[in-house]
T-cell receptor, first 115, second 112 residues
């Protein structure tokens, strides 16, 4: 158990809908990262927050947004869902900023299925 | 730009034999290198990392990795494979101030 929690574990929804994925980082970790894992795209970095502020953006679509709250939990919002958004979404946390050699600890993921 | 290559999609090895999962990287600056393992329907688990110092890094579950700067490689190794080692393995690289870049993954199958 990495100490990172994600809810829900599974999510099934229809095209055009909006969903929210939730992540709680390990105790003491200030950085939260979101990744998308699909069969044909591998593990793609979406976005990073550090202590409530956005710090880095990866391949995140404009239909997607995220935030980190004062208690350090984070939410990833996915809107106008398309079939291609079906994937595993992982949250990870680390104690400090990326690029300082700190490993990231991953949550169990949320499997999103868009029908 | 940072990049990671894992040249083998699949590695098959017999139980008890040594295993190697290959990783090469490209970064500007000094690399920080990581290996993660993913079991079915689970998140990624951290195995080991190289930051600086000894080129041979030891990690969890008997795994080790060797950093080779001249060949820009960071291959994952284990002296004696177990069936339970069968999983998807990811190499990742970062340099100071940058985010992780993950390789495409290598599926390891250990055959009994």
């Amino acid at each position: 158990d990495s100490g990172v929690t994600q809810t829900p574990k599974h999510l099934i929804t229809a095209t055009g809908q909006r969903v929210t994925l939730r992540c709680s980082p390990r105790s003491g970790d200030l950085s939260v990262y979101w990744y998308q894992q699909s069969l044909d795209q591998g593990l793609q970095f979406l976005i990073q927050y550090y202590n409530g502020e956005e710090r880095a953006k990866g391949n995140i679509l404009e239909r997607f947004s995220a935030q980190q709250f004062p208690d350090l939990h984070s939410e990833l919002n996915l809107s106008s869902l398309e079939l291609g958004d079906s994937a595993l979404y992982f949250c990870a946390s680390s104690v400090a900023l990326a690029g300082e050699g700190n490993e990231q600890f991953f949550g169990p993921g949320t499997r999103l299925t868009v029908l | 730009a940072q990049s990671v290559a894992q040249p083998e999609d699949q590695v098959n090895v017999a139980e008890g034999n040594p295993l190697t999962v290959k990783c090469t990287y490209s970064v500007s600056g000094n690399p920080y290198l990581f290996w993660y393992v993913q079991y079915p329907n689970r998140g990624l688990q951290f195995l080991l990392k190289y930051i600086t110092g000894d080129n041979l890094v030891k990690g969890s579950y008997g795994f080790e990795a060797e950093f080779n700067k001249s060949q820009t490689s960071f291959h994952l190794k284990k002296p004696s494979a177990l069936v339970s080692d069968s999983a998807l393995y990811f190499c990742a690289v970062m340099s100071y101030g940058q985010n992780f870049v993950f390789g495409p993954g290598t599926r390891l199958s250990v055959l009994p």
